[in-house]
């Protein structure tokens, strides 16, 4: 088990070294020149020399590669072109947001896609469970931006048919207000846990009908139990660490997500920040963005590997 983690460990370094190079040379072959953007439309040559020479951008790609990456692994992140502000800083603040929208978009899908994945499965012979799947396949395809916007039309204020909850902003006071906070955040958590929870129905559904047909499950079912019971007892114990590994893929779909939604709900967090940052050609902080979502990403992976093999006996003995 140990070298296993430690395996998957040194994946999850190569991972980020590999995205960081990757991000990096994308970014540079973006048109523009931030510098430009920094120094306005009426920067001379030698102010944009000054610019350049002051944030190294007048150095060889590999250089100012190896600069940020030496950076990072002293865990800094690097400061804004624009404004000068420490990215740690800036990114921390913006997650104040974005991860508890990342954590009610989850418990959303989870509501959603598990209980109603069990029922599709357990009824799956009758017109409930075919309606079911019928839906998740439906609402799995809808992209997440349309989803939201459906959302507004229903029931965001001042644009909705019901008008019961905020459909734009955040409070200016941030969570000092939680009440006011988390009501804006219940409409985009709602529009990603839809899509996500989708998902995750479906899978649920197959990976129990699949057990249906195991040998423990029909043995709980000969041993007095009806197949409904068998399915649930039985089935269900057994299905777990694929559900798990799914769960934790729609995790790090639904991270993309929510940074996709922010900018619909004009929420400040990672996604407007993200959006506005490429827009002003502010590198450093883009990529430090990117790498930070993405190492997140990677590590919700990591995290659900290890816990499969922890409570899966049969990967473990795979491994041996």
């Given amino acids: 088990m140990t070298q296993y983690v430690l395996r998957r460990v040194a994946l999850f370094v190569l991972g980020l070294v590999l995205t960081s190079a990757l991000v990096f040379a994308l970014l540079r072959v973006l048109p523009g ?9 009426k920067a001379t040559p030698e102010r944009l020399d000054q610019i350049r020479a002051a944030y190294g951008l007048d150095r060889s790609l590999p250089a100012q590669y190896g600069s940020w990456l030496a950076g990072l692994l002293h865990g800094d992140l690097g400061q804004s072109l624009i404004t000068g502000v420490p990215i740690k800083d800036e990114i921390t603040q913006k997650f104040a947001l974005t991860l508890p929208l990342a954590g009610l978009s989850l418990l959303f899908s989870l509501l959603i896609g598990v209980p109603l994945g069990i029922a599709s499965a357990v009824y799956y012979d009758t017109k409930l469970g075919g309606f079911a799947s019928a839906v998740a396949q439906g609402l799995a395809a809808i992209p997440i931006v349309w989803a939201g916007l459906l959302l507004i039309i229903l029931l965001g204020k001042g644009a909705g048919l019901l008008e019961l909850l905020p459909s734009q902003g955040f409070p200016r006071t941030g969570w000092s207000e939680p009440g006011r906070a988390f009501a804006s955040l219940i409409l985009p958590a709602l529009a990603v846990g839809i899509v996500e929870g989708a998902v995750i129905l479906r899978f649920v559904r197959s990976a129990l009908l699949e057990a249906r047909g195991q040998d423990h499950v029909r043995t ?101």
């Fill in 33 to 41: 020149d931030a510098a430009q953007v920094m120094g306005g439309v």
């Fill in 220 to 320: 709980a079912a000969a041993l007095g139990l009806t197949r409904r019971q068998a399915l649930i007892r039985r089935g269900l114990p057994g299905a777990g660490p694929a559900i798990l590994s799914v769960v934790a893929l729609q995790a790090a779909s639904l991270i993309v997500g929510v940074v996709v939604v922010e900018a619909l709900f004009a929420l400040p967090g990672m996604g407007s920040m993200l959006v506005t940052d490429v827009g002003n050609r502010d590198l450093i902080k883009v990529q430090s963005t990117v790498l930070v979502l993405v190492g997140l990403v990677l590590l919700i992976g990591l995290l659900v590997d290890i816990a499969s093999r922890l409570i899966d006996p049969r990967q473990r003995r795979a491994g041996e």
